[in-house]
Protein backbone atom coordinates (compact mmCIF):
# COMPACT_ATOMS: atom_id res chain seq x y z
CA UNK A 1 0.00 0.00 0.00
CA UNK A 2 3.53 2.72 0.53
CA UNK A 3 4.80 1.94 -2.11
CA UNK A 4 1.23 2.76 -4.58
CA UNK A 5 0.62 5.72 -2.47
CA UNK A 6 4.43 7.10 -2.75
CA UNK A 7 4.26 5.68 -6.03
CA UNK A 8 7.71 3.60 -5.67
CA UNK A 9 8.69 0.86 -6.90
CA UNK A 10 9.01 -1.63 -4.30
CA UNK A 11 9.37 -5.97 -4.13
CA UNK A 12 8.02 -8.37 -1.67
CA UNK A 13 10.38 -8.82 1.07
CA UNK A 14 10.62 -12.58 2.25
CA UNK A 15 8.69 -14.10 5.27
CA UNK A 16 12.14 -13.66 7.15
CA UNK A 17 13.06 -10.59 6.69
CA UNK A 18 9.28 -9.37 7.61
CA UNK A 19 10.08 -11.32 10.75
CA UNK A 20 12.70 -9.85 11.64
CA UNK A 21 11.34 -6.50 11.54
CA UNK A 22 8.31 -7.06 12.88
CA UNK A 23 9.94 -8.94 15.64
CA UNK A 24 12.35 -6.01 16.26
CA UNK A 25 11.42 -3.77 19.62
CA UNK A 26 13.23 -0.67 17.55
CA UNK A 27 10.78 -0.76 14.67
CA UNK A 28 6.96 -0.06 14.81
CA UNK A 29 4.36 -0.35 12.62
CA UNK A 30 0.39 0.98 12.43
CA UNK A 31 -1.86 0.26 10.10
CA UNK A 32 -5.48 1.60 9.53
CA UNK A 33 -8.02 -0.48 7.93
CA UNK A 34 -11.37 -0.19 6.57
CA UNK A 35 -13.13 -3.58 6.46
CA UNK A 36 -10.18 -5.73 5.66
CA UNK A 37 -8.41 -3.58 3.62
CA UNK A 38 -4.90 -1.40 4.51
CA UNK A 39 -6.21 2.69 3.76
CA UNK A 40 -3.05 3.78 5.73
CA UNK A 41 -0.28 2.96 7.64
CA UNK A 42 2.68 4.52 9.76
CA UNK A 43 6.18 3.07 10.17
CA UNK A 44 8.60 4.57 12.50
CA UNK A 45 11.88 3.40 14.46
CA UNK A 46 13.60 4.04 17.88
CA UNK A 47 16.55 5.72 17.83
CA UNK A 48 18.57 5.56 21.31
CA UNK A 49 20.24 8.83 22.16
CA UNK A 50 23.21 9.10 23.75
CA UNK A 51 23.25 12.52 25.35
CA UNK A 52 21.17 10.58 28.11
CA UNK A 53 19.02 7.07 29.09
CA UNK A 54 16.48 7.96 26.07
CA UNK A 55 15.49 7.75 22.94
CA UNK A 56 13.48 9.72 20.05
CA UNK A 57 11.01 8.39 17.40
CA UNK A 58 11.96 8.69 13.52
CA UNK A 59 8.75 8.10 11.26
CA UNK A 60 9.72 6.91 8.09
CA UNK A 61 6.46 6.84 6.48
CA UNK A 62 3.17 7.86 6.48
CA UNK A 63 0.72 6.97 3.87
CA UNK A 64 -3.34 6.55 3.60
CA UNK A 65 -4.60 5.79 0.36
CA UNK A 66 -5.87 8.37 -1.86
CA UNK A 67 -9.60 7.33 -1.70
CA UNK A 68 -9.34 8.27 2.24
CA UNK A 69 -7.68 11.31 2.79
CA UNK A 70 -8.94 14.21 4.40
CA UNK A 71 -10.79 12.25 6.68
CA UNK A 72 -8.72 12.65 9.70
CA UNK A 73 -6.86 8.93 9.15
CA UNK A 74 -3.09 10.20 8.98
CA UNK A 75 -3.94 12.58 12.55
CA UNK A 76 -5.41 9.09 14.40
CA UNK A 77 -2.22 7.22 13.19
CA UNK A 78 0.02 10.04 14.39
CA UNK A 79 -2.10 10.06 17.92
CA UNK A 80 -2.04 6.65 18.10
CA UNK A 81 2.07 6.39 17.59
CA UNK A 82 2.03 9.51 19.83
CA UNK A 83 0.32 8.23 22.93
CA UNK A 84 2.12 4.76 22.19
CA UNK A 85 5.46 6.49 22.31
CA UNK A 86 4.00 8.03 25.60
CA UNK A 87 3.83 4.96 27.60
CA UNK A 88 7.10 3.96 26.10
CA UNK A 89 8.69 7.07 27.94
CA UNK A 90 9.48 8.83 24.42
CA UNK A 91 8.58 11.87 24.04
CA UNK A 92 10.19 13.30 20.88
CA UNK A 93 8.86 12.21 17.28
CA UNK A 94 10.17 13.52 14.20
CA UNK A 95 9.63 13.12 10.76
CA UNK A 96 11.43 14.25 7.48
CA UNK A 97 9.68 15.63 4.64
CA UNK A 98 10.69 16.60 1.22
CA UNK A 99 10.13 20.37 0.77
CA UNK A 100 8.50 19.83 -2.50
CA UNK A 101 5.87 17.50 -0.84
CA UNK A 102 3.67 20.13 -0.37
CA UNK A 103 0.68 18.48 1.00
CA UNK A 104 2.61 16.67 3.54
CA UNK A 105 3.76 19.83 5.14
CA UNK A 106 0.28 21.12 5.24
CA UNK A 107 -0.43 18.11 6.94
CA UNK A 108 2.72 17.86 9.33
CA UNK A 109 1.85 21.75 10.22
CA UNK A 110 -2.13 20.87 10.69
CA UNK A 111 -1.69 18.29 13.24
CA UNK A 112 1.05 20.62 15.14
CA UNK A 113 4.11 19.34 14.23
CA UNK A 114 6.82 22.29 14.09
CA UNK A 115 9.44 22.39 10.91
CA UNK A 116 12.53 22.90 11.70
CA UNK A 117 15.97 24.06 9.21
CA UNK A 118 17.61 20.36 8.80
CA UNK A 119 19.45 19.23 5.39
CA UNK A 120 19.59 15.35 5.01
CA UNK A 121 22.19 14.00 3.40
CA UNK A 122 22.23 10.73 2.07
CA UNK A 123 25.04 8.01 0.85
CA UNK A 124 25.87 4.88 -0.27
CA UNK A 125 27.83 1.94 1.62
CA UNK A 126 31.20 2.49 0.85
CA UNK A 127 34.07 0.35 1.75
CA UNK A 128 36.36 3.22 4.56
CA UNK A 129 38.36 5.45 3.31
CA UNK A 130 40.60 5.43 6.48
CA UNK A 131 40.93 3.95 9.64
CA UNK A 132 40.69 5.52 12.79
CA UNK A 133 43.46 5.03 15.08
CA UNK A 134 42.28 3.71 18.29
Do not use: C
Request: proline share 4%.
Amino acid sequence: MMNAVFEEPGEPVSDGYLDGLLGSAAFWAIAALSGDHVVGGLTAHTLPMTRGESSELFIFDVAVHADYRRQGIGRQLIDVLGASAAEAGIETLFVPADKEDEEALEFYRAIGGEPMAVTMFTFAALQPRSTIAS
